[in-house]
């Protein structure tokens, strides 16, 4: 009934920049809080940076001061803008939502997508 379809990851050169966009589709009634969390090889998934539907954002130290989180509430869109990155930022990068349908408003569910490799490498 919805999906979250990520986009942008790739190889970049440490100090480079990526961004990602996740846009939510399907029987949307209104998408609350969205996020971005990553998993690397033999680690545990882990928020990354997390934004209010108002647009109040929560990052984790490791990025602070270099990932934006943003989103366009019209496009059900979250963006991750990824700047300085470094070799320890290389992993599958997950989008996540919650999200309430349109069959059932008042009760928000969890959706995440499918992953998008970021590799940080000379």
């Known amino acids: 009934q919805v999906q979250l379809v990520e986009s942008g990851g790739g190889l970049v050169q440490p100090g480079g920049s990526l961004r990602l966009s996740c846009a939510a589709s399907?029987?949307?009634?209104?998408?609350?809080?969205m996020g971005w969390y990553r998993q690397a090889p033999g680690k545990e998934r882990e928020l990354v940076a997390a934004?209010?539907?108002?647009?109040?954002?929560n990052y984790a130290d490791p990025v602070k001061g270099r990932f934006t989180i943003s989103r366009d509430n019209a496009k059900n869109t979250v963006y991750l803008q990824m700047n300085s990155l470094k070799p320890e930022d290389t992993a599958v990068y997950y989008c996540?939502?919650?999200?309430?349908?349109?069959?059932?408003?008042?009760?928000?569910?969890?959706?995440w997508g499918q992953g998008t490799q970021v590799t940080v490498s000379s």
């Open positions: 996540n939502a919650a999200i309430s349908l349109l069959s059932e408003p008042l009760r928000p569910v969890n959706y």
């Open positions: 399907g029987m949307i009634f209104r998408i609350n809080n």
């Open positions: 934004i209010t539907r108002g647009g109040t954002t």
